[in-house]
């Protein structure tokens, strides 16, 4: 998938210029250059366009070098290509003739079968001249200046510059300059060469100028330019490191050796084949000065010798030939371009080519007519007692002793128990992450480990996820699969990165540390055989300190201990600051400011190891994991901690990516109504969330209203910078959820981002329903389309007000939020059990401290024990055993009928509203119409108590609870107080498809 203009940057280093400090300091364009914001000046004019294509030879030493290349649009060349010449000192070059194509497409190779085609998915080049080194492609002449007729550094008007790269990640940069009152150099300026580890040199000649103006940039738009202010140089010897200015500098250089010591050889590679694809890992290699990149060199099969340059310690590498031995070695770079000898090879053969995964199909309807019903999967019903697990704090919680292991509900439990949600009258359910999780208490899935693995502990025999996705399907009922971008487990993802942390098996720590076994693979559920235990941790665990460890004091033991009184070690836990994690991957700190920038940028919790979202390959693998689920035909995604990602992240990056997923799998219908629904937690009661726009629910809604740096990471700080300086009273606003009069109105969607968010200002003052409605009401303006909001009173994390317990408000304050949130607009949903206010009262999360059967996440399944049969939402046909009681319950009855007739009234799903000419204090008009299904509903609600309505059209009103009837003349309807909990929903008779529905369903304890 295209990330970014491929114009502007070149793929791999969108996420190599990230550097959290230098945010301030690297900018788009130089602010005295004359360089366009779009990149490199072109060699000639399209029609005559060129590329000349430069190729690093230091770590290939290939005898020959080819350029097999295909103009955009064009044929490629004949294999092997055309042969490359030399450049200048570790560089070979070749100019190819582009006609009127605006770039090319490019592959390497030796000429005799050995290709770097960056790991399979071609280099894509523009015009000018162009680097390729290492997987990295920018935009200049490495050679610009090289030779003879560099000036001397020791001559009179002379400048040597040294600028240091160890901060900005870039391998290549450019000095682009004036002398002092004369003429820039041609954008993107003359190369830099390297001088030694972590510095680059330029000499320029100064003619009469007695100094220059200067400013840095990678050849691929990316600058650094002093803040705009552009760097003042004299003549003689100078540095610039992290924007100081050092005049008559000694040579930074001149104390240090040449690097020449190559990096350890990696060890432990492993190959491991899934059908015709191979997952090849390994430990990192160690280095004096820092290892840069690995190359991993493939051997097999009839297409060549491939050689890959990755970043990481993971390559992952697909399409391959069915039932074929295929051999990979690595070999570990540094910065001076020294290479490792080659690894102990790793051997895999591949299987047969899978057949096109089971994929069911999105039900793709409007999301707001589907009332949602949210479920803690392994909380709710247990279908399976042989997947059930009790996991490292089984007994310390005391769950062992209710023998209620926290694994215990799953999708054959979820399967069994549709037609009861069904017979509540809901066409939604919300579950919990579906992932293979990897933490201590992990049970409600927000400890994702392996991202591309559903986990085992809640699946079974014909009931797998996609049975589950299915069997609802075939229901009427939609599946929102709760989707975690923000971070990982403790243990880091699969596939991305996992940590080692240090573990002594003596007498004290051996019950914890597991011997490791090689055979063997963590699932959650398998026992592996030496330690009897399914959360086995000896992948995880190590008691020699792994190459290229950051973390200091390895080993060593600490003046703490655990609970139990044993001595602590460093580097035991992983944890935000003990450098277990890159920093390219992870982010290395704790959260001082909820409601500041770094509450986006470091942990939540020591068990959530924070994904660097900005960086490409995180949010590739998490792109990659998720269109898994999407091609499973889920409905779509609830976000958790969808505050804690930048909105340009979003709005960039995994937003667009669900929407072109969806539609190349389903259709843009079906992409329009793939229900996206974020959590941005904001636990006030005002509409901004303390007056931090970047941390309100609504900001999340609306797409970005001004261009920011190509760097995702640069472009996070612009934003939350430029919104927080605009401020609360110059944020867009919207009419989207509003009536005109009485008239609906097209909503323009043209500035939504496509996440929709959880209505948190109801949400926290939902302790009572009148206060709720209020201080929604008071924020529909600020959201992209309130009609959207997902709306709760309370969850598996907080009741109103922040509580930490399930709602206990009493039966008719249920009654009365329930009667709101099913006739104001947003979509409702209710968390597990409320429908007989399970576990009111009750804390709902004390983590492994105490058993769960005492909090608001206790087992459910044992009020539906017996059997149920729903006819129809809302309707039960038949119910044995405790589920019947569970149905009778009065909040039951009450969700049953609230969903019939907001099933039955369209304006109650998808209407606009209006308080306009309305006396009342929970009172409200609704419609919704669309012309080309011939649909126009229109309903005056009163909860609880009375209301008047003045400026309504005359005609006949039927009420839906009692089938009273008013006809109106004079554009007035008064209706009396129904009654805590009751409501009425008068609906205008307009005839035809539209005729109102008069009474529907029977009388309940509240709805009478």
Known sequence: MRRTPHRLLGRPLAAAVAAAGLLGLLTSVPQAAPAPATGPVAASAAADATATVFYSTKTRNWSAYQLHYAPDGGSWTTVPGTRMTSACTDWVKLTVPLGGASGLKATFNNGSGTWDNNAGRNYDLGTGNITVKDGVVAHSDPCAGAGPEEPDPGGPNTASVYYATSTVGWSTVNLHYRPTGGTWTTVPGIGMEAACTGWVRRTVDLGVATGLQATFNNGNGVWDNNNGADYTLPAGLTTVKDRKVTASAKDPCAAEEPDTQAPSVPTAVKAAADGVSVLVSWEPATDDRGVTKYQVTRTGGTKGTLVTDVGSTVFADTGLEERTAYRYTVRALDAAGNLSAPSAPATATTGEKPTAPATGTPLGTDPRKDPIYFVLTARFNDGDPTNNRGGSQHEKSGNAANDDPMFRGDFKGLVQKLDYIKGLGFSAIWVTPVVLNRSDYDYHGYHGYDFYRVDPRLESAGASYQDLIDAAHAKGMKIYQDVVHNHSSRWGAKGLFTPKAYGVRDTQWSWFYDERNDGFTYDGLTVEPKSGKSYYNGDLWSTAEPSGNTCLNWGTPTGHTSPEGYRIYNCQW????????????????????????????????????????????????????????????????????????????????????????????????????????????????????????????????????KEYSADDEKAALEMYEYEQQQGTASQPVSDNAFLKGNAYHAPDRSRFSGMNVIDMRMHMNFGDADNAFHNGKDSDDSYHDATYNVVYVDSHDYGPNKS?????????????????????????????????????????????????????????????????????????????????????????????????????????????????????SMAYKRRYTDAASGTDSFALVAVSGSATYSGIPNGTYQDAVTGDTKVVTGGALAVPAPGKGNLRVYVLDLGGKNAAPGRIGTAGPYLK
């Open 574 to 705: 992983p944890n935000p600051t003990s450098g277990m994690f890159p920093k390219a991957l992870y982010h290395n700190c704790w959260i001082g400011n909820w409601e500041g920038e770094d509450s986006r940028s470091c942990w939540l919790h020591d068990d959530l190891a924070d994904f660097n979202t900005e960086n490409a390959q995180v949010q590739n693998y998490l792109i990659g994991a998720y269109n898994k689920y999407i091609d499973m035909g889920v409905d779509g995604f609830r976000l958790d901690t969808a505050v804690h990602i930048p909105r340009t992240t979003w709005n960039r990056r995994f937003l667009p990516a669900i929407q072109e997923r969806v539609t190349q799998r389903f259709g843009a219908e079906a992409a329009k109504n793939f229900f996206v629904f974020g959590e941005v937690a904001a636990f006030v009661n005002d509409k901004w969330n303390r007056g931090s726009v970047n941390h309100s629910a609504q900001f999340f809604t609306w797409k970005e209203r």
């Open 804 to 920: 930490s317990e399930r709602y206990t408000g009493g039966t008719d304050a249920w009654a009365e939020n329930m009667s709101l949130m099913w006739t104001f607009r947003g979509i409702p949903t209710l968390y597990y059990g409320s429908e007989t206010e399970f576990q009111k009262g009750k804390k709902i999360d004390c983590g492994p401290s105490c058993p769960l059967a005492s909090t608001g996440r206790a087992y459910f399944g044992d009020q539906l024990a017996g059997e149920v049969t729903a006819s129809d939402f809302g309707k039960v046909s038949s119910a044995t055993g405790k589920v019947a009681d569970t149905l009778a319950a009065p909040l039951a009855r009450h969700l049953q009928r609230l969903n019939e007739i907001r099933r039955a009234v369209p304006a109650l799903q998808m209407g606009q509203y209006s308080t306009e000419g309305i006396s009342g």
